[in-house]
Structures are given as structure tokens and as C-alpha cells.
């Protein structure tokens, strides 16, 4: 039987308290923090950038546990080096021009390759990996799932500016993404086979070197056997990043359900899906995404139930119950682009967006 392991990785800002702009000091995070975190806090290409990782966890509870410890974790060691930690999909101000970048081969080797497009991709993203221990299994999960996507993005939109601009998206993290290679909604893989020799063409070509530099918004990780879910922008709340992980667990072990009782959830085209993914980001979850079963548009909050009714019926299994139904107080609230959007109407200073995204970093935590 498969237990739908998660591991959960957020993408944090490193924030200047006195300027409110991003500051290159994450290696004293990741120094401080490899005593204590070891492998689960990361550098990045952005100095101003820091990852942290989950373990495996079995369920949502371990989930909680570990995310809530890694982001106390990285909040008690930015305070120490009299930092702040932002969690949202971009800066509401920083340019990417002004950015250190870590020294690393990798690094070096990724900007001689990709140029400005690396430079410029001053992004912080929400990545979850959801266990499957068969690959072909993963990749018809990975086929199917696909259809989802932008509902699940809509719901973490959370980069609404963009180097002091209001972008007119919710957000503009894919917009800036959409520039490197073999990016955004994947293509139908029939089998895993199918998948590994694509990757092999790729390798052979020198296109890239591994499986790791196919940053599609799914993919079947080269190297876990995990669907690794990569569409989001980080959210700022905990209660967000939980609720999103426990939406794409429940997705995946529904559809793993269905494939085991034969039953197939029809596949749609990427050319179709990117159409809804381009409505997530412009609107969130104010857009109307299109039901191509029905040819329509429908409003999103009304998908967002169907959506909950479609994983009903394994969220108890996998104990989530709690944190899938926090999607309503998302359709509620506001997203975390609706809820900056709101503090820059009220005040008109992108330093007061900050903050407000500063304290939400932390909010639950302490």
C-alpha cells in the first residue's frame, strides 16, 4: 500500500529590517543553521534567498511538526544576524539587479548558461513531494493531476509586485519563471519509459546534466520516488503551506484510488490547462477557470468546492481533514497577493506590504 509520504520545501526572504529590502546575508543563515538543521536548510542562487526542507513525513501531523519548527528555526536565527524572514513569491520592491549571488560551481555553471534569465529570477517558490513508490504509476498521477494545477495555484497566489510595481497579477512568480527552459504545465508521458528516454535525449544533447534541471510545475522527481508538486508560490501563513500540501496529498491518492480500480480520470491537453494556469495568475481566486468537460467558465470558488468534494473521500484516511478544509478560509480571506493588495490600497508604502508579510511569516509560529 502506498502512504503518500510528504516532504514540504518553502523558499524564505532574507529582509533588512531598517530598509525593508532584501539583504545578501543568507550564508550566515545556512551556517548557523546547518549545526542544528543539517541538511534541511539550504543555500540558493539569490544570497537573499534561503530553502528550508522537511524529513519525510508520514502524514499532515509530522508535516505540521516540521514546518513549524523549520520556520521558528530560520525566524530565531535571522533575528541573531538582525534580519527578518519573509515568506511571498516576490519582493514587493527589490530588483534582481542589486542581488549578490552565492558562490557556487553550480551556480556559476547556471548563469554562464542562462545569463540574465538566471540573474532575474529573483523568486520564492513552495515545492511538495508526494510518496509513489511506482514510477509508471507516477507518471499516469502526474498525467492526470495536471488538470489541477491552477486550481491549486489560484489558491496560492501570493507575488502580486514586481520590482516596486503593482503587476496587475496575483501572481507574477510564474511570469518571471516562464523565462528559463522546460518550465510551466508538462507534456503527456504514456509510460515512465517513455519519460526516462526524453530525460536520456535531453542528457545525451547537452541540454542538461540530470533530470534535476527539468523545473516543470510537476515532475516525476529523477531521483525520490515522489510526484513533486512545484507550481506555487511560498505562502505566507504555515496554516497556507499546510493546506496546499494536504490539497496535492489528497489529489494524489485519490487519482491513485481511481487507477487502481480502473477507473481513469480523463487527461487534458497542456494546451488547454495552460489556458486556466494563465487565469490563476492573472486573478487568483477571483478568475474563472474553464470546466472543458462542460466547455465553460465557471467561477473559481465554485471549482474550489468541487475540488473538495472530488478528494472527500480519502482526506480522512490521510487525517487531513482539518487542514484541506482551510481552503475555505482562503476563498474567505483572500490569498496572500489579495491580502498585500489590500495593505498597499490602504496605505500606498510598499514598506508597510513588508511588514505586513513579516509579521504573517510568523504568525502561529511563536
Partial sequence: MNTFTLGIEEEFQTID????????????????????????????????????????????????????????????????QDLQVAAAGTHPFADWVDQLITEDPRYDELIDEMRDVARGNLIFGLHVHVGIEN????????????????HVYALSTNSPFWCGRNTGFKSYR?????????????????????????VKL?????????????????????????????????????????????VMQALVAKL???HKQNLNFRPYRRILINENKWRAARYGIHSKLIDF???????FKLLAQELLEFIDDVVDELGSRKEVEY????????????????????????????????????????
Avoid at 514510477?135 to 491552477?150: D, K, S, T
Avoid at 534541471?213 to 531521483?223: C, Q
Avoid at 468537460?293 to 465557471?298: A, L, R, T
Avoid at 490569498?335 to 490600497?345: C, I, K, M, S, Y
Fill in 174 to 198: 510564474s511570469k518571471v519563471f516562464d523565462k528559463f527552459p522546460r518550465t510551466g504545465i508538462p507534456d503527456f508521458f504514456a509510460s515512465a519509459n517513455e519519460y526516462d528516454e526524453y
Fill in 293 to 299: 468537460g462542460k466547455q465553460e467558465e465557471v467561477e
Fill in 327 to 366: 481552503v475555505h478560509q482562503i476563498l474567505e480571506h483572500g490569498t496572500g497577493a489579495d491580502r498585500q493588495l489590500a495593505v498597499f490600497e490602504e496605505t500606498n508604502d510598499m514598506n508597510a506590504v513588508v511588514d505586513y508579510i513579516v509579521s504573517e511569516t510568523k504568525l502561529g509560529i511563536y
Fill in 17 to 80: 529590517p531598517v530598509t525593508r529590502n532584501l539583504r545578501s546575508h543568507m550564508s550566515k543563515l545556512v551556517e548557523g543553521g546547518k549545526i542544528t538543521l543539517k541538511e534541511r536548510v539550504k543555500a540558493e542562487m539569490h544570497q537573499a534567498v534561503v530553502e528550508v526542507g522537511t524529513n519525510i513525513c508520514h502524514n499532515i501531523h509530522e508535516a505540521r511538526e516540521e514546518v513549524t519548527y523549520l520556520r521558528k528555526m530560520i525566524l530565531d536565527l535571522a533575528r541573531d
Fill in 135 to 150: 514510477r509508471n504509476e507516477a507518471i499516469q498521477i502526474m498525467n492526470a493531476v495536471r488538470y489541477f494545477l491552477p
Fill in 202 to 246: 535531453l542528457v545525451k544533447t547537452k541540454c542538461i546534466d540530470n533530470g534535476k534541471k527539468i523545473w516543470w510545475d510537476i515532475r516525476v522527481h529523477p531521483f525520490f520516488n515522489t510526484v513533486e508538486f512545484r507550481i506555487c508560490d511560498v505562502p505566507m501563513r504555515v496554516e497556507e503551506t499546510l493546506c496546499l500540501a494536504a
Fill in 256 to 258: 491513485y484510488k481511481l
